[in-house]
């Protein structure tokens, strides 16, 4: 990125979409939910209310230069640090988006909004809308997502499943498993059922490769999400390890890492793929950031994970 962004970040890496330019139209962990496994930590704006987190003007005009003057990446997509659908103004930001490039949108959300009739009428302008069901009633609903108050379960699935009838792109369902939770066969079957009535094109299990809000969210092994996979009806895919394509370099500077670790942990070979940058050459950025005292590294699951200072502490 050439010049530092309000409201853009990245391109950044995306298991789902190879580099995705990222579009955050909300103040830090603003969201409806506080879920166990949240990456960015425990919520701190808990809210279902809408409104014009960002200035709408201001956003376009950071995406009309990002446009005109950078332009690479596989995919744009509506996420960040809070949920996207709280934004009031999202649908117009995603019809600047569609209107100005061929670039595929996307919109990763949690799907609360959706029960909304002008909240599903917004999001259907994108092109890929990935949804998130890892519940299946009220209480495991509370256990795992941890709703703001007075948020119903059947909201939620009455939202998706209204949604679905009304959209035409492509629709697909992150189910988040976590080991001891809601990662048994009887909570995954209670689970599909509801995948089959929202009848997404894709499902797609997760887990926590990235460090969670809680540490008592654990990951569910490898050869145990294989088998839940076939629970699922088609069988859903495990999201694979994200891979960089090969469509060209990205400018890479200290600050463009440090905006990436800011809103989500990575390993160095993830921060060298995105930026097609050599390990030794992640290692001097990684260093300069770490004696800045600017990021910071955790272990998880083997690896070591690097996040920036900023985020960790809100
Ligand atoms: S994982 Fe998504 S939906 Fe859950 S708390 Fe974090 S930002 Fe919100």
């Known amino acids: 990125m050439t010049r530092s962004y ?3 970040f990245g391109p950044v890496p995306s298991r789902r979409f190879g580099r995705s330019l990222g579009i955050d139209l909300t103040p830090f962990k603003t969201c409806s939910y506080d879920c166990v496994f949240c990456q960015l930590g425990r919520t701190t704006n808990h809210t279902c209310k809408r409104e014009n987190y960002v200035a709408v003007d201001e956003t376009i005009a950071e995406i009309r230069h990002w446009l005109e003057n950078d332009g690479k990446a596989d995919q744009i997509t509506l996420a960040g640090s809070g949920e996207p659908t709280l934004h009031a103004g999202f649908g117009e930001i995603l019809s600047f988006v569609k209107a100005h ?14 029960y909304l009739p002008e909240v599903r009428k917004a999001a259907a302008r994108a092109d890929i809308v990935k949804i998130s069901l890892s519940a299946w009633d009220q209480q495991s609903f509370e256990r795992v997502n941890r709703p703001a108050a007075g948020y119903r379960f059947e909201q939620l699935i009455e939202g998706e499943t209204k949604f679905r009838e009304e959209f035409k792109g492509r629709l697909w369902l992150e189910v988040f498993m976590l080991e001891g939770i809601n ?5 995954v079957e209670k689970i599909s059922a509801f995948t089959r009535q929202i009848r997404p094109d894709r499902v797609q299990l997760n887990t926590c490769v990235r460090p969670p809000a809680e540490d008592f969210a654990h990951a569910v092994p490898q050869a145990a999400m294989s088998d839940l996979a076939g ?9 694979a390890e994200y891979r960089a394509s090969d469509t ?10 440090l905006e990436m670790l800011q809103r989500r942990p990575c390993t160095a070979g993830q921060i060298a793929e995105v930026f097609g940058m050599h390990l030794n050459e992640v290692a001097k950025y990684i260093g300069m950031l770490m004696r800045s005292e600017l990021i910071t590294a955790t272990h998880r699951n083997g690896d070591v994970y690097y996040f920036s200072q900023k985020s960790a502490t809100k």
Do not use: C, Q, Y
């Not at 949108?105 to 909004?113: D, E, F, K, P, R």
């Not at 060209?248 to 890492?257: C, L, N, R, Y």
């Open 6 to 8: 309000k409201h853009l």
């Open 101 to 114: 490039t061929k670039t595929p949108v996307a919109i990763l959300t949690n799907g609360s909004m959706l």
């Open 183 to 187: 990662a048994s066969r009887s909570d």
């Open 231 to 239: 629970l699922f009806n088609p069988a859903a895919e495990i999201i």
């Open 248 to 257: 060209g370099e990205i400018k890479v500077s200290k600050e463009a890492i």
